[in-house]
């Protein structure tokens, strides 16, 4: 069973648009998920431009790559280094912390992850 930050059951992040690196729905990892998309975050726009402006367009559908490009609002696995330079850089988007992978914590700390919480921890 995939855990979460908490070290709980990993809940799911999206499948409207489906999300992971498995587009399954949930931000599950492996050796081969280089990288590491492993944060359910919810997109902001300021965001989407942030990562756009560092050379990743996430506005842009691409259906070769079962990619339908996002917009504010949208959940979405997130790679844990990408949010970690967003949040340095103070653009980084709301997590949903228990659809966040617990492999996300290889990069990033818990306390950043709180800091920046879609919902309150319960």
């Not at 990619?67 to 997130?78: A, E, N, R, T, V």
């Not at 306390?111 to 309150?120: G, V």
């Amino acid at each position: 069973m995939a855990k979460n930050v908490f070290g709980t059951e990993l809940k799911p992040c999206s499948q409207d648009p489906i999300t992971g690196y498995f587009r399954d729905g949930n931000c599950n990892t492996d050796e081969t998920d280089f990288g590491s998309h492993t944060v359910c975050v919810i997109m902001t726009e300021e965001f989407l431009r942030y990562s756009f402006d560092q050379g990743n367009d996430l506005i842009t559908p691409r259906p070769e790559y079962n990619f339908p490009g996002l917009g504010p609002g949208d959940h979405w696995c997130l790679c844990a280094l990408r949010w970690k330079e967003a949040f340095v850089d103070g653009k980084a988007p709301l997590v949903n912390l228990e659809a966040t992978h617990e492999n996300a914590l290889e990069v990033i700390e818990i306390k950043d992850l709180i800091e920046n919480a879609y919902k309150p921890v319960v």
